[in-house]
């Protein structure tokens, strides 16, 4: 993978998930009903540090919690992969919650597809949003984010990589170009 450029460092970041956070308050009008839904890995510390923002301007918690989708190789297709729900369990009630779904990259919709099946397994919220830290576009299915931190216009043969403290040790969103694409 080759470097190409930085796109976000530790503070755009931060200031990325206040708006988000503040978005997120207005839509709803408060935080009555929401539940945050990380999708691991990276929506997990995104959710968390969204909650502890709203937090602190609303001198309330809201819960967090995450689901785990994972990629799979397809079983007829050797080089075609799928996200399928590794564990569907969700911990807090979201039977007529509003659940934000939270991760890092909006891409094909694909993940979020699935993570809109392991929400649903779980009971009927009232209403399901997507919160993502990066949207590059590429949509392959009917999917969108309600709140996006920064959109990104990208080729496929690139690769946008999000880093987290609690994950990467470090906060950075950096685009690549994948090996042997130049
Ligand atoms: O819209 P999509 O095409 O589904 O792509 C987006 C997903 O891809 C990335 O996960 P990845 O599979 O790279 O795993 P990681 O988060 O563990 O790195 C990212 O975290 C999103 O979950
Ligand atoms: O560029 C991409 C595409 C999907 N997922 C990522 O994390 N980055």
Redesign the pocket.
Known sequence: MEFKASLMDEKAIERALIRISHEIVEKNKGVKDLVLVG?????VPLAQRIMENIEKFEGEAIPVTSVD?T?YRDDLQEDYEV?QIKDSRIDVPIRNKKVILV??????????RAALDAVTANGRPQSIQLAVLIDRGHRELPIRADYVGKNVPTSREELIK?QLMEVDGRNAVDIYLREGER
Not at 39 to 43: E, L, P, S
């Open positions: 999708i691991k890995r990276r929506g989708i990629l996200p991760d890092d990259v909006l891409y094909t919709g694909r993940t979020v999000v």
